[in-house]
């Protein structure tokens, strides 16, 4: 990470503060958000983000990732906002996102010459429960985790600490969902800190095929590292992520063949907002084991990032490996929905 001069860091130092009273106050308003109840199309203005640095607009290579575009989201849509997990298609244009009230947001990623530009086809919709009654009414609106593996979406709840399966090939945003088997010791993840990082590692992998990974935001075991699980069924292992520089989960997606990249994220009165995405090997998902792996990027308030809590990856038709990054606004005026794209690129 950069280090900014001292008066910088002061102006850094107010905006965390500036963060951290949306943070605090955004629970008490977002209780009153209420999605349709029935699929909405909303229009989404976006606003570009043309550089990521703040200092220096033509850097374009942080860490191991090479910038390249985004922009910031807005929508007259009361309910538009929160967004805290993402998934985009192989065609690096569609994708499905949840938001912490409890509802889908879905669309198309449009490009100008080759760089994110706007939002398409957006539309907001209810999670729904086995009776077709909006998950949010009985309580399980904290969605902040998701997964894709073919046709079904997995969506973990904060809170409650369930994990939902839906239809979404077959039925889309009106499939309904049906919870699946977890260990009871889901019960014991911390209130707010429960899965923030779900991935369906797809069959003929080479380590955990047809295996649910999920990795909680930053409930800790007895070493002070971060509880983990491997899923099937009845089948379940536990394991721990290291806790590296006081960094919490925020997000994660699988990265071809045999890796998991983790978003995570710091905030401190002192320090403000960080954010970094580290790189796991699946091989080191073990009951019992301790994984760690490289830092692949690190940002912090001198860049162009919010309250990053969404992480996907595709494969761009130039067969470079694109993530996309997307931010929570906590249904704040001052913090923001915005999308990042960076480039994987060998350090």
């Known amino acids: 990470m950069t280090h900014a001069p001292a008066t910088f860091r002061l102006v850094l130092a ?37 550089s990521f640095d703040l200092r220096d607009a033509a850097r374009t290579r942080f860490g191991a990732l090479e910038f390249r575009g985004g922009f910031a989201m807005t929508s007259v849509h009361r309910a538009f906002g929160g967004i ?77 600490h369930k994990i939902v399966k839906f239809d979404f090939g077959r039925h889309g945003v009106a499939a309904r969902g049906e919870p699946i088997m977890v260990p009871p010791d889901f019960k014991s993840l911390g209130f707010n800190r429960g899965l923030e990082c779900l991935a369906a590692v797809p069959a003929g992998a080479a380590h955990h095929a047809g295996k ?4 909680s935001e930053a409930s800790l075991d007895a070493r002070g ?33 045999s890796s998991l990249l983790l978003l995570e994220r710091r905030f401190t009165r002192a320090t403000g907002l960080a954010i970094r995405v580290r790189r796991l090997s699946l091989s080191a998902f073990r009951n019992g084991a301790v994984a760690d792996g490289p830092v692949l990027f690190e940002a912090d308030l001198g860049y162009q990032i919010d309250n990053l809590e969404g992480l996907a990856v595709h494969r761009n038709a130039q067969g470079e490996t694109i993530l996309t990054l997307v931010s929570d606004d906590n249904f704040s005026v001052i913090q923001r929905s915005i999308l990042l794209q960076f480039a994987l690129v060998k350090p």
């Open 14 to 50: 107010f905006a965390g503060a500036l963060w951290l009273a949306g943070f605090s106050a955004a629970p008490a308003f977002a209780q009153s958000i209420r999605f349709p109840a029935a699929p909405t199309r909303i229009v989404v203005n976006t606003t570009p983000i043309e």
């Open 84 to 160: 805290s997990g993402i998934r985009v298609a192989s065609d690096g244009a569609s994708f499905v996102a949840i938001t912490d009230r409890g509802g889908w947001l879905t669309g198309r990623i449009e490009y100008r010459n080759g760089r994110p530009a706007g939002i398409a086809d957006a539309q907001l919709a209810p999670l729904l429960a086995a009776d077709g009654q909006p998950l949010a009414a009985q309580g399980w609106f904290d969605a902040e985790s998701i997964a894709r593996d073919g046709d079904s979406v997995y969506v973990g709840f904060e809170r409650v």
């Open 212 to 215: 649910l990974i999920a990795v």
């Open 225 to 257: 590292n971060i509880r983990a699980f491997i899923l099937r069924g009845r089948d379940v292992a536990h394991f721990a992520v290291a806790r590296r520089d006081n960094f919490d989960v925020s997000d994660c997606a699988l990265l071809a063949p």
